[in-house]
């Protein structure tokens, strides 16, 4: 039996037995919209709770459009063309566009090159979010658990905040898009520590597919809304990365009917867990490096067994990354056992934990394998994970081993998909 799973930008076939006990997992299809650029433009028209876009933004108006980083797979080359037609009346001088990184290292001209296109990045500023400089971030309010929220003084500046983005379930946000673009995205790295923080992660809500309740996507929420002049831009996308629905309007809204429809295509119930998972990190851009592809493994520790085995593949061209927060954290442990010790004992003076914290809990229930085509086997160690020189053989190796009754699924999508255990 042959699958597909998302790997790179090419793909990888994998070709198991037809005698294993197999199950496969992944999105329900939803076809694109029938004109992408129209549905766009149609929302921007009328969209959630809000007057039309172009009737918020004054010709003399300073406008702010928040993008995604090389890490999400949005589709700006459909999603901004008729988002300027609608600010057509606003001269190029006042429009400017806004990298969200987070606490991710800034984007090269190439890659930005490869989110806007050539003539975007020609024409007009680009400003990239250093979550590391606070001389560029301003304060807007406290939240009520204290968090002081600083963001980029440049977008403050902007009279309406187009937010961008795409939809999909969040391993502890709920949900991506909505007002991750400004936390983290545009938010100082004090900011992102106390929204991200173990205090928050480690809340039983702070999962897949939970908003309301969900502290660390309430306080985004909270903090967000401290901003005037907000308007959102959202879609949801099916695996050939085309735009299903579109989510415009007004932040809360707009963001929470988009929540509702990826819950609805991407959450899958499952009556067992396995004894192998099979996934990917939902392919290029995503498994860039080994960083993100702790979302596609907590993806499949859902509905893997305690003691089981996960074999995630993913290209990882940027590597661990090398100099991140991750990799230091990683060379100051001896094994996935002290993971988990380390991140609560110098959370203080780190400013990126949460994929450690999720490593450590995934590997506590699980082993995991990471293979990968541009990794050699003694960077996959380094990262506390075992090398799978063969998918093939590693998955009937393991499954003889346990016998005929193995149970195993592949989830070719990764994180697009997530499995629950349904106890209905």
């Not at 930008?9 to 992944?26: A, F, H, M, S």
């Not at 290292?105 to 007009?124: D, F, M, P, Q």
């Not at 400013?351 to 990471?370: E, G, M, S």
Request: glycine share 8%; net charge negative; aromatic share 8%.
């Amino acid at each position: 039996m042959k699958f597909n799973l998302l790997y790179g930008k090419t793909g990888l076939v994998i070709d198991l037995p037809g005698r294993l006990n197999i199950d496969l997992i992944e999105p329900r299809w939803t076809n694109a919209v029938d004109n992408q650029y129209d549905a766009v433009s149609a929302a921007l028209q009328e969209p959630h709770n809000s007057k039309p876009i172009k009737e918020l933004a004054g010709k003399n108006d300073r406008i702010g459009i928040i993008f995604s980083d090389i890490t999400r797979a949005t589709p700006y080359n459909i999603m901004i063309p008729p988002l300027l037609n609608e600010l057509s009346h606003i001269p190029k001088k006042n429009i400017r566009f806004f990298c969200s990184n987070g606490t991710h290292r800034l984007a090269t001209v190439e890659e930005l090159i490869s989110i806007l296109g050539k003539e975007i990045v020609n024409t007009y500023e680009i400003i990239q979010n250093n979550s590391n400089d606070e001389a560029f971030h301003q304060f807007v309010g406290t939240t009520a658990s204290g968090n002081r929220i600083l963001l980029n003084k440049e977008i403050l500046n902007c009279n309406l905040k187009i937010l961008t983005g795409f939809i999909e379930p969040h391993f502890f946000a709920g949900f991506s898009g909505g007002g991750k673009a400004l936390i983290p995205g545009m938010a100082a790295v004090s900011t992102i520590k106390k929204n991200h923080s173990v205090n928050y992660l480690s809340n039983e809500n702070s999962t897949w597919g939970v908003t309301y309740g969900n502290p660390l996507w309430e306080e985004i929420m909270e903090a967000a809304e401290f901003v005037p002049g907000l308007f959102l831009l959202n879609v949801t996308l099916n695996r050939n990365r085309e735009i299903t629905a579109v989510f415009a309007g007004d932040l809360r809204t707009a963001h929470i009917d988009g929540c509702r429809y990826a819950k609805e295509t991407a959450m899958v119930p499952v009556d067992r867990l396995y004894d192998i998972v099979i996934t990917s990190n939902s392919g290029y851009p995503l498994d860039l490096n080994i960083y993100q592809t702790v979302k596609g493994m907590s993806a499949a520790s859902q509905v893997v067994k305690p003691g089981g085995t996960i074999i995630l593949a993913a290209e990882c061209w940027d590597g661990i990354p090398s100099g991140s927060d991750y990799e230091a954290i990683l060379e100051s442990v001896n094994g996935s056992d002290e993971l988990m010790d380390y991140v609560i004992t110098n959370e203080g003076s780190l400013k990126d934990t949460w994929q450690i914290y999720y490593q450590a809990i995934i590997q506590k229930k699980a082993h995991v394998h990471l293979y990968s085509r541009t990794l050699d086997h003694s960077t996959i160690r380094k990262a506390l994970f075992t090398p799978a020189a063969d998918i093939e053989s590693l998955v009937i190796s393991i499954a003889d081993k346990i016998g005929k009754e193995a149970a195993i699924c592949i989830m070719p999508e990764g994180p697009l998909t997530i499995p629950y255990l349904d106890r209905s």
